[in-house]
């Protein structure tokens, strides 16, 4: 609920200072699902900006990202019809390792 609060154009300091004091970052580390339930209510919302400052701070902090989190951030692309930063995250997802499908 606090990264939709930031509302839908929200600056990378804010994000990144959002999961800190929620302390999001510590538990995303032993609970991928809980990660990928914050980026489906951001997909659901249409938050793609919010999701993939989300997933970019995730691997900057040297945490997985795994395919479900790309889904998710990818859906809320899609919802927004922001095709460009899908094609994007699929771009990272792939040099990341994860399995891209059509």
């Not at 995303?28 to 919010?50: D, H, I, M, N």
């Not at 809320?76 to 390792?97: D, I, P, S, T, Y």
Request: proline share 3%; glycine share 6%.
């Amino acid at each position: 609920a606090q990264l939709l609060d930031l509302g839908p154009v929200p600056s990378e300091t804010r994000v990144v200072e959002t999961l800190a004091a929620g302390r999001s970052l510590d538990q995303w580390v032993s609970s991928p699902k809980v990660v990928t339930g914050c980026l489906q209510k951001l997909a659901e919302r249409g938050r793609s900006l919010t999701a993939s400052l989300v997933l970019k701070v995730l691997t900057s902090a040297n945490l997985h990202a795994n395919d479900f989190h790309y889904s998710a951030a990818i859906s809320a692309c899609a919802k927004e019809r922001q095709w460009e930063r899908a094609v994007n995250m699929l771009a990272n997802m792939a040099a990341a390792g994860g399995e891209v499908t059509q």
